[in-house]
């Protein structure tokens, strides 16, 4: 079910009623996690099995965890937990790609197909279940004793298939209070989630019908054209990632759950630590925490720093998919980020210049274009589609020049909404407001939905993130 569906309305219509007519504790639980599970098998009914045996598996050795005081124990039962949860990621998203780049390694041809199916959202709720069996075993988050309560830990449908990634220590204190439906709650998720629906239906969709063409074929475009689609696409998966995340915190809010912020206008960045900082929020906290810091950090001299740095990006880039294209993101924003470290310690002493706004705009647009530039290998289906997009990019060419007038009125939309933010940003601060009767909240709602019906493609695209 897609957010922005009619089954899904209905469904998430049917949870409202049901937690509005069971209103003890126990019994929301169990409904929470029948509809999370119900969610996920509208997909794949079959992957539901897989999602409830990695549940139970964290969740008995977190008890083991727990329940010996031998140091030695303990960690043989994490090291188990882990293996488990990385061996069933490392099938069906690595399986096929570590053949093929295996054969590819010693000139043989792949003629094979393993039949794998990527489960959708798996990279997500194994985090989840990681992030869970590492806390615990240092100690920082209690054990979970219900079955129940971790399994919608888990399993909650909000986040469950593109995040934001939850941790334990966030989610399940949550569920030890009551939930609780409340008009304030659902006045403010219903803003949220018609924020993010806006933001996935009126921009990133409509992107989408101009930017698959251009990246499928590049050869055939214009350098003006790939200049366009590399913006517009650039603003389709910030707006289509950013939207689903903000309409997964409205679903929960109005449930009664709060979520992780997971995006904080990335593109304003004045460097690409800052834009890792902004951007996809739970998870380039989840890597700084759960790998870079477990590497070692920047606790054993710079050039142990660096090389944290490349292995944490390296694994994020992989961690988005199984393909080489993915594996030179990473490392070049691992290059990046090893360049900026090193340019912020030789620049300590020139901070009055760095406050400067000629310097700010120059650190700006070069983190911009340097961001946008690094969707190519990311969107490009291969590299021999990559190399001929970025040729023709750089190389002035030819070709057809299709200077869409919609994909230009929505990047103007998004640029005025980015200076807004940056430079009036008590409007924006406005919204979401726990008071319906505001006619501000009422006109921008009105608005919204309308254009929405409006303007939205007939033909709602799948989110971008499914995929991982």
């Avoid at 949870?15 to 007519?21: C, M």
């Avoid at 800052?274 to 950090?297: C, N, P, Q, T, V």
């Amino acid at each position: 079910m897609i957010f922005t569906s009619l089954s899904f309305l209905l469904f998430f219509l049917s949870v409202l009623l049901l937690l509005a007519v069971f209103k003890r504790q126990a019994a929301r639980t169990y409904i929470l996690l029948i509809a999370s599970y119900v969610f996920y098998g509208w997909w794949s009914p079959v992957f539901v099995l897989l999602i409830l045996v990695t549940s139970v598996w964290a969740w008995a050795f977190g008890l083991l965890i727990d329940r010996t005081d031998d140091e030695v124990k303990k960690s043989r039962y994490l090291f188990v937990s882990v293996a488990f949860s990385l061996g069933v990621l490392a099938y069906y998203k690595y399986a096929e790609f570590l053949a093929q780049s295996f054969y590819a390694a010693l000139g043989w041809q792949w003629t094979y197909d393993l039949g794998i199916v990527l489960p959708v959202g798996i990279s997500f709720f194994t985090f989840q279940t990681l992030s869970y069996s590492i806390d615990l075993r240092k100690g920082k988050i209690p054990v979970c004793e219900s079955p129940t309560k971790f399994m919608l830990f888990v399993a909650f449908f909000p986040q469950l298939v593109a995040g934001p990634i939850v941790r334990a220590s966030d989610f399940l204190p949550q569920l030890e209070k009551k939930i609780r439906i409340s008009s304030k709650n659902i006045v403010i998720g219903a803003q949220l989630f018609l924020g993010g629906a806006l933001q996935k239906t009126l921009i990133a969709d409509n992107m989408s019908t101009f930017v698959d063409p251009i990246f499928a074929e590049p050869a055939l475009y214009s350098a003006e054209t790939l200049w366009l689609g590399l913006a517009a696409y650039s603003i389709q998966i910030f707006c289509d990632f950013c939207g689903y995340s903000l309409m997964a915190i409205g679903i929960a809010k109005m449930l009664g759950f709060d979520l992780p912020e997971n995006f904080r206008m990335p593109y304003l960045s004045r460097s690409i630590t800052e834009f890792w900082r902004r951007w996809h929020i739970s998870l380039s906290s989840w890597l700084r925490d759960y790998l870079y810091i477990a590497l070692g950090g920047n606790r054993k001299g710079k050039a142990r720093m660096y090389s944290h740095l490349m292995i944490t990006m390296l694994l994020g880039g992989l961690w988005h998919g199984a393909s080489w294209n993915f594996v030179l993101w990473g490392a070049l924003h691992g290059i990046a980020l090893a360049i900026h470290k090193i340019w912020d310690d030789r620049t300590r002493d020139y901070s009055e210049l760095k406050a400067t706004p000629l310097y700010s705009s120059i650190a700006w647009l070069s983190t911009l274009t340097f961001a946008a530039l690094l969707w190519i290998p990311f969107r490009c289906v291969d590299f021999p589609t990559m190399q001929v997009y970025v040729s023709r990019l750089f190389g002035g060419a030819d070709g057809i020049d299709w200077i869409n007038p919609q994909v230009i009125t929505l990047l103007s939309v998004v640029v005025i909404w980015h200076l807004i933010y940056q430079f009036k940003p008590a409007v924006l601060a406005k919204f979401p407001s726990d008071n319906p009767e505001r006619f501000g909240v009422q006109f921008a709602l009105g608005i919204s939905i309308f254009a929405i019906i409006l303007f939205a493609p007939l033909q709602t695209s799948p989110f971008v993130y499914f995929q991982f």
